[in-house]
């Protein structure tokens, strides 16, 4: 089995490949590469010698790799991670039968890589693009997986990938400051209404108003935060719902883990809400209904943020196909994630704690989504000249290029 490790030394960051080799007293060899391209590339090409350590052949059919796969995910884990939630397994049992529909000629141990850019072709003519790279990326953790266990000697899925078409290829739209502030004075107003069920029903969404335009959490973070979450000025992050709001679980990923400063003036609205409004409840829930649960995602979006959006005025009018006028909410409650994230932007943190206050796993991620927005704010603080100007100037005074 070969794999590969990531080592820094006095010549910077290196990857060095392990294989299996007969000459070796240990049975494997070292090959080191100063790209994890390159080390991708020679274990790939790599093939196991004679004498090398035997394979386990007990998994012989794809069919067999990827039900093993799926077991793992539920019960042990992927290297070393926690079992998936039910919904994650709902999704890659989905994505295993597309596996399995496609008509495989080789047996497992036969596989080269090839035969996965075969698989691949099927996948784009037969599925869309995205089902097709998610499916293929799922395929890449079953080979990965039978790799590491020793079912074969080596990933040869890895060099195949479908690049994926960027959900924020547009721009996304950002909520400005003043937008914002629009916004919460418009729950404000709803919190202090005269009708009196009204203001119950914004009493609660009040709070999760400003947490969510104050920390940049994700909907189904901030609806289940914990009341023993809330210390020292700030909320720990450690748990969200799964999608459809059926159950709660962990973080989206371990990023997902982290502590978030409060402005003082939304840590006391919270922290009031939760001591004075919050019933006790089995889940330590802050924002729960009447039945003692967490509040739906969906009822969120339409029943509090919408109106806040109307209330401020925050709404674009569109025609229905009877050519009858209607109001839509110009944001969604994931743009407050945004605005948060512009907010930091703004106040040039850097990089690697902008990853961690957003829960991204990795930062290409935060640049990926964010990397306009911080080309605009480097721009907006360069002077503005052209590179003529930078040219030294000659005894006259003139420029170098006034004297041909």
């Not at 796969?69 to 890659?92: F, M, N, Q, S």
């Not at 547009?170 to 400005?176: C, G, Q, R």
């Amino acid at each position: 089995m070969s794999d590969i490790r990531r080592r820094e030394g006095s010549k910077g960051v290196t990857y060095q490949v392990r294989y299996p080799s007969a000459a070796a007293k240990t049975g494997y060899a070292y090959k080191t590469f100063r790209t994890m391209k390159e080390a991708r590339a020679f274990r790939d090409k790599h093939v196991v010698t004679p004498g090398s350590a035997p394979l386990d052949t007990s998994i012989r059919t794809l069919t067999q790799a990827i039900n093993l796969w799926l077991d793992i995910c539920e019960k042990e884990g992927r290297d070393g991670r926690d079992p998936v939630t039910a919904y994650t397994l709902a999704t890659y049992r989905r994505r295993a039968e597309i596996m399995k529909d496609y008509p495989w000629q080789k047996t497992l141990g036969d596989l080269q890589t090839p035969d996965v850019v075969a698989f691949r072709s099927w996948l784009l003519r037969t599925y869309s693009r995205d089902l097709a790279r998610k499916t293929l990326t799922s395929f890449h953790a079953v080979i990965k997986e039978m790799a590491m266990r020793g079912h074969i000697a080596s990933n040869v899925a890895a060099s195949v990938a479908i690049r994926a078409e960027s959900r924020y290829d547009e721009p996304i739209v950002i909520p400005t400051p003043e937008e914002v502030a629009r916004l919460l004075a418009a729950a404000d107003r709803l919190a202090n209404s005269t009708n009196r069920q009204t203001a119950r029903t914004w009493q609660r969404y009040r709070p999760i108003l400003y947490l969510a335009a104050d920390t940049g959490m994700r909907p189904q973070e901030y609806l289940v935060v914990a009341r023993k979450g809330l210390v020292e000025g700030g909320i720990h992050v450690t748990r969200a719902l799964e999608r459809g709001s059926r159950k709660i679980s962990v973080t989206k990923t371990p990023a997902g883990r982290r502590f978030i400063d409060l402005s003082p003036e939304t840590y006391d609205m919270v922290r009031h809400y939760a001591d004075h409004h919050a019933i006790e409840n089995k889940y330590d829930l802050v924002f729960l209904t009447d039945t003692g649960k967490w509040l739906d995602t969906d009822n969120w979006r339409k029943r509090g943020f919408y109106k806040a959006c109307i209330e401020a005025g925050l709404v674009d009018e569109a025609t229905d196909e009877d050519g009858k006028a209607i109001l839509t909410p110009r944001f969604s409650p994931y743009d407050l994630r945004h605005f948060y994230a512009s907010m930091l932007i703004e106040q040039r943190v850097n990089f690697k704690r902008m990853q961690k206050l957003m829960g991204h796993e990795d930062v290409k991620t935060t640049l990926n989504v964010y990397g306009h927005l911080i080309e605009k704010v480097e721009r907006s603080s360069e002077e503005r000249f052209g590179m003529l100007s930078r040219l030294p100037r000659n005894s006259c005074g003139n420029s170098v290029a006034d004297t041909v």
